[in-house]
């Protein structure tokens, strides 16, 4: 089975701060993405990566930044932590072109 | 027009029944098409996926294309407590990215 883990399922941080997102798959896939979830919106694609070092925009990648140093792990990064950055966020792994998600964190912003 | 569009519900179903789960999609020219389940809590979890027009069975759901229509749809039959959930379409764009539905909340009643 195909297993996604991310590094933490509840977050609160500051106004401010600098967040990193974790994300790891045990599979070998090279596409890997990170997405945001929110009630009304549904899932919004913030970046994706096709491979190592490889990185593209998704639909709302204001505000955020990526980095895929080893194939099996992807991190998003909250350069400013902001109150509107609060939210769902999800990991996926693609076996193109299903794509298996980790669990989630839940990012609070205070 | 949203790319992919869902009925948000909620839908309720009587146990045993048919539920009906409908998507429209505006890029006449998407090929794959995907039925995530979203538990409360969790992430989505892929149930299937569909290519060619016509219907494909996978046990009590049926995923049904209509490419000309543009809408896809997916039927559980047999209706369970256990498929209440909330059900994501999703659209191949390009050739890796899923672009979500705001998906529809299904309850199915006792």
């Known amino acids: 089975d195909v297993k996604v883990t991310q590094s933490s399922r509840y977050l609160v941080k500051r106004t401010g701060e600098k967040v990193f997102l974790e994300c790891v798959q045990d599979m070998d896939h090279e596409n890997m993405f990170w997405y945001r979830q929110d009630p009304g919106l549904g899932l919004r694609l913030i970046y994706f990566?096709?491979?190592?070092?490889?990185?593209e925009k998704g639909d709302i990648p204001e505000g955020y930044s990526v980095s895929r140093e080893k194939k099996e792990r992807f991190s998003l990064i909250l350069e400013s932590a902001s109150t509107n950055q609060t939210s769902m966020y999800l990991c996926?792994?693609?076996?193109?072109?299903?794509?298996?998600f980790g669990p989630g964190t839940r990012l609070t912003v205070l | 027009q949203k790319e992919v569009e869902q009925n948000s519900g909620p839908l309720s179903v009587p146990e045993g029944a048919i539920a009906s789960l409908n998507c429209t999609y505006s890029?006449?020219?998407?090929?794959?098409f995907f039925w995530y389940r979203q538990y409360s809590g969790k992430s989505p979890e892929l149930i299937m996926f569909i290519y060619s027009n016509g219907d494909k069975e996978d046990g009590r759901f049926t995923a049904q294309l209509n490419k000309a229509s543009q809408y896809v749809s997916l039927l559980i039959r047999d209706s369970q407590p256990s498929d209440s959930a909330t059900y994501l379409c999703?659209?191949?764009?390009?050739?890796?990215?899923?672009?979500f539905g705001q998906g529809t909340r299904l309850t199915i009643n006792p």
């Open positions: 999703a659209v191949i764009q390009g050739a890796q990215k899923l672009v």
């Open positions: 996926a792994s693609s076996l193109a072109p299903e794509q298996f």
């Open positions: 890029d006449r020219g998407s090929q794959s």
């Open positions: 990566s096709y491979d190592v070092k490889m990185k």
